[in-house]
């Protein structure tokens, strides 16, 4: 457990605070803190239909995730936005950052660390991925208008 709190939850919100909040000190409580949500949901169903599960493989499965719910996921999901206001094109970003994300658990397949069952794979993990980043870019659209808005 302790190998997922620090790769999952204290390196990425070391890299969160030190790197982008300095950049952007909105872009992580306005669309991390709603990624957080999606991916307790998503990673909940998930486990509950047995399509994958984390290590340490505890009893109680929830736990084994929560550093990735808290940690990577909205970090990364606050760094799509954060590229997108920056760079351009948002569905290229979109498409890279999925890939990245798709290829960060494909290491922790290979290694173990994620196990996949009922027929998941690596395929619909991407598309996993794909749907809540189009789906807080579209958040993330919607926010600016209301937020700017005269």
Known sequence: MIHNVILAFVLPWTFGILHLYRKDKKVIPLIGSIFSIMAFIINEMGL???????????KQKTLSVIPFNMGVYPILASYLIFF???????????????????????????????????????????????????????????????????
Do not use: D
């Open 48 to 58: 509950y239909f047995g399509f994958w599960e984390v290590a340490p493989f505890p």
């Open 84 to 150: 997108i206001k920056c760079k351009g094109n948002p569905y290229i970003i979109i498409l890279l950052m999925t890939l990245f994300t798709t290829a960060l658990e494909c290491i922790y397949v290979l290694l173990g660390r994620v196990v996949y069952g009922n027929g998941w794979n690596l395929l619909y993990t991407f598309i996993s991925y794909l749907i809540p980043y189009i789906i807080i870019y579209q958040y993330h659209l919607f926010l600016s208008r209301f937020m700017f808005a005269k």
